[in-house]
């Protein structure tokens, strides 16, 4: 995994080494620089997702006109209906919903790159190698300054920079016997007008030193986050959608939770991160200002949208007057239990109820030509029972008879 790591950042880190020096060591100048070129970068990949937006955007009319066929209905066997005609009109036009996804899956791991070049400036910028920075760790302690343990591959050597500038200020060539270390080497210039962007604004905020400098970064990443994405959504395409109240209920939750995010992180990593965001987002409004002037998004007259409906068949012919209370015109079910309300389809339809009403007579006549289950149940013979009966009674009378007599004598 650290190789991986190493192929993205390492790379990186020559281009930040380069943007310093070039600036005259000033840093977050450098940052400025790196996400201009990294913007840059990505410019084919905006201007394929704009050409995306604007193949979408052309569509829009016919999509429309999809939706309108189908409204009012809202049960899943239309929306599914719905679905899977916009779905074929895209595939039909060569669109896909996904053409616009890369620039963000790309964004992710020059974001974790920058992170981890920011807080490891001695192994991506400076270019040493871990044994020469525990080397110099060493010497660092040996001059009386208390160095953090460094862990992994020293993946944070912020502080221990910091302290080798202090070391080498009091005590010149205290480093010169090491291997792979360069005296002349510039290290990055993180501190401007005395507020060091090199800490984290958590501790700071813990320690209580450089409180309101440093937390006036995680203040402005939410302001610059949140007014960019409301930018950004005027002036990129926002495609059509079945419900555009959940719809807007969703942007504006995440017109929020992601500038939060944004603040959470900044707040957690050094300030020099929360910098390098708020560049990349003030650049790409700039960026998408310039594509949209240079590629406009296509704007339809009301004639477009009447003839995407013509030709979908969004607005049929009104029903019947006779059905009132029907469904409105251009509503109709996918189920087909108002096809009688609609004149290209009651013919049909009144075919289908006559074939079943006389279907369910003729049953009901065979049903009462049948007969009768208790009519054709066998009686049951009860002149044996009471033969029985009969013969029981004169025996019960005889043996009574008999105790009469055995009383008497």
């Given amino acids: 995994m650290g190789l991986i790591v190493d192929i993205i950042n390492i790379p990186l880190g020559y281009v930040m080494r380069f943007l310093n020096n070039l600036v005259g060591n000033q840093y977050l100048l450098a940052l400025f620089l790196f996400a201009l070129v990294f913007e840059i970068i990505l410019l084919p ?28 209905r809202d049960d899943n066997v239309t929306k599914q209906k719905v679905q899977q005609e916009i779905q074929e009109l895209y595939n039909k036009e060569g669109y896909s919903p996904f053409g616009g996804c890369l620039p963000l899956l790309i964004q992710l791991p020059i974001l974790f790159a920058l992170y981890d070049i920011v807080i490891n400036p001695l192994r991506y910028i400076c270019q040493f190698t871990e044994e020469t920075i525990a080397l110099l760790r060493d010497v660092v302690i040996t001059f009386g300054h208390d160095i953090p343990v460094l862990t992994g591959n020293h993946t944070n050597t912020i502080k221990l920079m910091n302290a080798i500038d202090k070391v080498a200020a009091e005590y010149p060539g205290a480093f010169n016997n090491i291997e792979g270390f360069n005296p002349d080497i ?84 050094p300030a020099a991160v929360g910098i390098y965001w708020i560049y990349r987002c003030v650049l790409g409004v700039v960026k998408q200002f310039l594509i949209k002037l240079a590629m406009p998004l296509p704007v339809f007259t009301e004639e477009d949208y ?104």
């Fill in 186 to 269: 510039v290290f990055p210039k993180m501190t401007v007008f005395g507020i060091d962007f090199s800490a984290i604004p958590k501790d700071a905020f813990l320690s209580l030193s450089e409180f309101g400098w440093l937390l006036i970064v995680p203040v402005l990443t939410f302001v610059v986050y949140f007014l960019s994405s409301k930018i950004n959504r005027k002036l990129m395409y926002q495609p059509t959608t079945a419900d555009d109240a959940a719809t807007g209920c969703s942007n504006k939750m995440m017109d929020w939770m992601m500038p939060v995010m944004s603040v959470a992180i900044s707040f957690s990593v």
């Fill in 306 to 409: 009447k003839a995407a409906e013509k030709e979908y068949g969004a607005k049929p012919e009104k029903a019947s007057k006779s059905k009132s209370n029907g469904p409105k015109p251009g509503v109709r079910s996918l189920h087909h239990i108002d096809d009688e309300d609609f004149p290209d389809t009651a013919p049909a339809a009144l075919a289908r109820k006559k074939a079943l009403e006389e279907a369910e007579a003729e049953e009901k006549k065979v049903e009462e030509k049948k007969p009768s289950l208790i009519a054709e149940a066998p009686i049951k013979d009860d002149t044996r029972l009471d033969k029985k009966s009969e013969k029981a009674e004169k025996e019960e009378e005889k043996t009574d008879s008999d105790v009469n007599d055995s009383e008497n004598n």
């Fill in 45 to 72: 990949f905006a201007i394929k997702q704009q050409k995306n937006s604007i193949k979408q955007a052309k569509l829009r009319p016919k999509e429309m006109a999809i939706r309108k066929k189908y409204a009012g």
